[in-house]
């Protein structure tokens, strides 16, 4: 939630409990994307959902850091 707070590619969600269960209600086709600092939290939880079966599965690489370096510079660094 810290992380979060600092920076953010919006419309993202945190990826906790509640928001876990959702997606795990969507059809096995939905595109899903996730990030963390620098991509090895995230890449975790994508390799979960590929497990779980999902097809269209993508980890940003580098993370917020990468995306605030080379997509949008007003995403804050931390």
Known sequence: ??????????????????VQKHLMTL???TPLYFYCHTGNRS?????????QGFKHV???????DAWSREVD???PRY
Do not use: C, M, W
């Open 73 to 75: 510079p007003n995403v």
């Open 58 to 64: 993508y980890n940003i690489a580098g993370g917020i």
């Open 1 to 18: 939630e810290h992380e979060v707070e600092l920076a953010k590619i919006t419309p993202s969600r945190l990826l906790d409990r509640e």
């Open 43 to 51: 890449d975790q939880a994508a390799q979960f959902f590929i497990n």
């Open 27 to 29: 059809p096995k086709d």
